[in-house]
């Protein structure tokens, strides 16, 4: 296995950008800071901690849930995909070495998000935030090529491969 350079995350992530990385541009064009207030009175996360893990950066889980709607992500997906892709690392503001949050942390963030009313306005601030920028949030699918079983209709046994032998 070859050792990773210095400099070698950042001549693969300054790679990406040549290519338009729209994830990179959606970065600099909304403010998700201006969001944090309002996220965190919803959450009500207090802030002294009594033990435990303390509570995701409010924005890291925004930006996640907007990961998950602009991709249309299940629950589940999120954090494979924020491991499996250095856009969306970078869009995070994540490095390799950091916990990324898991189908449930995202569930209850939301959930109390939702249960205070605050979802719908939260998107609607983020789509309008856009729009101030002359950007329209268009929503698309990471197609999952994860190979499945598919069952023969006659008998209910698995269809056998057909394997082909270098032609």
Not at 64 to 92: A, C, G, H, W
Request: aromatic share 12%.
């Amino acid at each position: 296995m070859i050792q990773p350079g210095f400099f070698d995350m950042e001549r693969r992530l300054g790679s990406l950008s040549t290519f338009g990385a729209p994830l990179e541009k959606l970065k600099k064009v909304v403010d998700f800071d201006a969001f944090r207030l309002e996220i965190e009175e919803g959450l009500g996360f207090s802030e002294v901690f009594k033990g435990g893990r303390p509570p995701y950066d409010s924005i890291l889980i925004f930006k996640i849930l907007v990961l998950q709607t602009l991709y249309n992500l299940s629950d589940d997906q999120p954090e494979y995909q924020i491991k499996d892709r250095l856009s969306f690392m970078r869009f995070l503001g994540l490095s390799l070495c950091q916990k990324v949050p898991d189908a449930k942390t995202l569930w209850l963030y939301r959930e109390r998000l939702t249960q205070k009313g605050l979802i719908g306005n939260l998107f609607s601030r983020f789509d309008r935030a856009l729009k101030d920028r002359g950007y329209l949030a268009m929503s698309h699918q990471i197609v999952d090529g994860t190979p499945v079983q598919a069952w023969n209709k006659w008998g209910g046994s698995p269809l056998t491969p057909i394997v082909y032998s270098g032609v």
